[in-house]
């Protein structure tokens, strides 16, 4: 199975992860085909350019290896799932996105160190990164040149603020909407700048 998406040049190295070949495979029957090409594109390409990341520069912001790329595309996938209204989740799925990091955990790597092996860790739906509200299933399809609800990846600290910020633990899906005001602050300043305005404006911020 080829990219699902996208083509790259005949340089050595812009194949997929096996990995994440067998997991397309496998997501594919449970989500629509340009839910999984959505995550495979915004996991795996650099915004712009149809060119995989891993073939970038190392000091370029946006690289970063083969494997972190894969661990990402594994956490949209896990978070796509956990929408509100998602599908029925694969038995078969599970251990593909099972954490990395801890023996016995049943979430994968990028869970905010939060390793579970209790529970049902399914229960929780998926929030936008900066207003929190719920992300649902059909919000995937919403169209994102004209959509402010539209969904998109973002990072808690820009990749302009950091040097391999490309993994995992820094990426969320996020409203267009939310992710265009949090632009290159992370989710931390973001919040605090929209405090400052508010109060300065008169309204009272209560915890």
């Not at 194949?15 to 999984?36: G, T």
């Not at 993994?167 to 267009?176: F, G, L, T, V």
């Not at 931390?188 to 700048?193: K, S």
Request: one cysteine or more; aromatic letters at 6%.
């Amino acid at each position: 199975m080829p990219w699902l998406f996208w083509q790259v040049n005949s340089k050595a190295g812009c194949k997929p992860p096996i990995e994440w070949l067998r997991l397309a495979v496998k997501l594919l029957p449970v989500l629509p085909r340009r839910y999984v090409e959505k995550i495979e594109l915004v996991a795996f390409v650099i915004k712009g350019e149809r060119k995989a990341r891993w073939l970038l520069d190392t000091n370029d912001p946006e690289y970063c290896t083969k494997t972190e790329a894969l661990a990402v595309a594994k956490k949209l996938a896990w978070l796509t799932l956990l929408s509100r209204d998602p599908p029925i989740i694969e038995p078969q799925l599970r251990p593909i996105l099972s954490c990395n990091e801890t023996h016995g955990c049943n979430l994968l790597i990028g869970h905010n160190g939060n390793c579970r092996t209790t529970g049902n860790p399914f229960s929780e739906a998926t929030r936008c990164q900066l207003c929190g509200r719920k992300i649902a299933l059909d919000d995937f399809a919403r169209n994102g040149r004209q959509d402010p609800n539209s969904i998109t990846v973002g990072h808690r600290t820009p990749l302009s603020r950091t040097t391999r910020g490309h993994y995992a633990r820094n990426i969320a899906w996020a409203h267009r909407a939310c992710n265009q005001l949090q632009s290159e602050q992370t989710i931390d300043e973001a919040l605090q700048r929209m405090r400052d305005i508010l109060e300065l404006n008169g309204y009272t911020i209560t915890p």
